[in-house]
């Protein structure tokens, strides 16, 4: 079976910088997306890993180990809008090459 | 702007009473996925189809069925909605998913629905 963990909640200041952990187990990895998600909205995608190693994307950059089954979010310049819940979902190719996600990290960025 | 629309936004409904949930996209995907989103949890897959192959999830109930009647369209019936069916559903699409591409879902924005 799958398993996807994450904290489940977080709190930072504004213009701090904050890292999301996830951690994994699956049989069939096939890459690892990060989605945002606001309150009462749908997920919308962040980031895509499926080999090890950083990605960038302006503030928002996301790391993969597959080895350790483990991957992070890291957010930098928080701004109060970044205030969101922040989805692991890994993608498996033993389970028809779905997504399944994680229970979500909820963000509160404070003044 | 290419998109994933819901209709309606928010839906409510009678415990018992049938309830259908629209999804269309213009993004000409291939793949149409149904989640079933409860408060501060992931979203759960309901089923998938893969073009008119439709994949149900074991733990799926069969309270919920679907229907894709061509590439733009997918529904979501609901036969006889229970209080523990009020969620958020969302609907999303991808296209074919090929190793190692970067093939994320699009998601639509969600129905609400409420059962009374």
């Known amino acids: 079976g799958q398993n996807i963990d994450q904290p489940t909640e977080m709190t930072a200041t504004e213009g701090a910088i904050v890292q999301i952990n996830c951690t994994y187990q699956t049989s069939g990895f096939n890459g690892l997306f990060w989605y945002q998600q606001h309150a009462g909205e749908a997920p919308t995608f962040l980031s895509y890993n499926v080999l090890d190693g950083l990605e960038e994307k302006g503030r928002f950059s996301s790391f993969l180990s597959r080895s350790k089954g483990y991957s992070y979010l890291l957010l930098k310049e928080l701004q109060m809008k970044d205030s969101a819940s922040y989805l692991c979902a890994v993608r498996d190719d033993n389970y028809g090459q779905n997504f399944v996600f994680g229970p979500g990290t909820r963000l509160s960025v404070l003044p | 702007d290419a998109m994933v629309i819901q209709n309606p936004r928010y839906q409510v409904t009678q415990f018992g009473k049938p309830v259908t949930l629209s999804c269309s996209q213009t993004?000409?995907?291939?793949?149409m996925y149904w989640y079933q989103q409860k408060s501060s949890q992931a979203p759960k897959l309901l089923f998938h189809?893969?073009?008119?192959?439709?994949?149900n999830e074991a733990d799926t109930p069969d309270n919920f069925q679907s229907r894709r009647p061509n590439t733009s369209f997918c529904f979501l019936d609901i036969r006889s909605p229970g209080l523990g069916d009020a969620a958020m559903y969302l609907c999303?699409?991808?296209?074919?998913?090929?190793?190692?591409?970067?093939?994320?879902?699009?998601f639509g924005p969600g129905t609400r629905l409420l059962v009374l």
């Open positions: 189809y893969y073009d008119k192959d439709f994949n």
């Open positions: 993004l000409n995907h291939n793949v």
């Open positions: 999303a699409t991808s296209r074919d998913q090929v190793q190692g591409w970067q093939e994320t879902q699009y």
